[in-house]
């Protein structure tokens, strides 16, 4: 049975992607990097900042309870999936993506000499962004990209493309060479029965179980939906906050 946790993160992801039409822009690399050439900070980029500020105490939390992107697998794989396909070296394209992406808004700034404005509202009349045919094509564009890697299997986008985890993964990664208290998973192994629930419901398809025995529950592509931890029969995983 799903728990009360689980069913709110669930509504949660289904909810941001349900209000994609109007938050398309404020999630937006482009405006984020056209905005920078005129020397405006959008909300875009405040927007990720934030983000990667957070995952260094929350990992990517982002991801697993507030990410659209994810509320569009979710829902889909509700019609059915499939254990995911892994394809050697695909997984690199998502940092290829990510890096441009950074790399690209860095060198925009220091070429014009950094921001001299805010403008939350940059390029979104009346605060909508699909609001005219363009962003329309943008926003199914964006909608068929993260759907087409399910051919792959369970959450494809999400292992192998998705640019905006990244902001996640290196800011989880500093906080832990930092050693900066966060939140975690904590691993009771031997309270573990070797049921195999955990990994069997882990929405990122990990070996949770093998984590759990090794108890080291740290792994890059865990994006802290906290789903193991609420469905173990034996409560060997628990979260928490500290160092580690």
């Known amino acids: ?43 875009s980029l405040a927007f990720w900042l934030a983000v990667f500020a957070t995952s260094l105490v929350c990992g990517r939390a982002f991801c697993g309870w507030a990410c659209p992107f994810n509320g569009l697998q979710q829902a889909a794989e509700t019609v059915g999936y499939r254990p995911l396909r892994r394809v050697r070296f695909l997984p690199v394209v998502k940092y ?35 609001s005219e045919a363009g962003n329309l ?6 909608v068929g990209f993260t759907l087409a890697p399910l051919g792959l ?26 050693r900066i208290p966060r939140l ?3 691993a009771d192994s031997g309270a573990c029965s070797s049921c195999g629930t955990c990994t069997r419901n882990c929405p990122m398809q990990l070996d949770v179980e ?26 060997a995983i628990r979260v928490g906050f500290g160092r580690g």
């Not at 369970?154 to 998705?162: D, E, M, Q, S, T």
């Open 210 to 235: 093998s984590m759990v025995a090794r108890g080291d529950m740290r792994e890059t592509e865990c994006f802290m939906c906290l789903t193991c931890a609420d469905i173990c029969p034996k409560k």
């Open 1 to 43: 049975m799903r728990s009360r946790r689980q069913t709110l993160r669930r509504l949660l992801v289904f909810a941001f992607f349900l209000a994609l039409p109007v938050t398309l822009n404020y999630y937006s690399p482009y405006l984020m990097t056209q905005g920078t050439a005129e020397r405006i900070a959008t909300f």
């Open 137 to 142: 094509v943008t926003y199914f564009a964006l």
């Open 153 to 178: 299997g369970r959450r494809g986008f999400c292992r192998n493309l998705c640019p905006f985890g990244v902001w996640g993964i290196v800011g989880e990664k500093l906080g832990h060479l930092a």
């Open 184 to 186: 975690k998973l904590n």
């Open 96 to 130: 290829a993506l990510w890096t441009a992406w950074a790399g690209a808004v860095v060198g925009v700034a220091i070429s014009v000499g950094g921001w001299r404005g805010f403008d939350p509202l940059y390029m979104t009349e009346y605060g909508v962004s699909v």
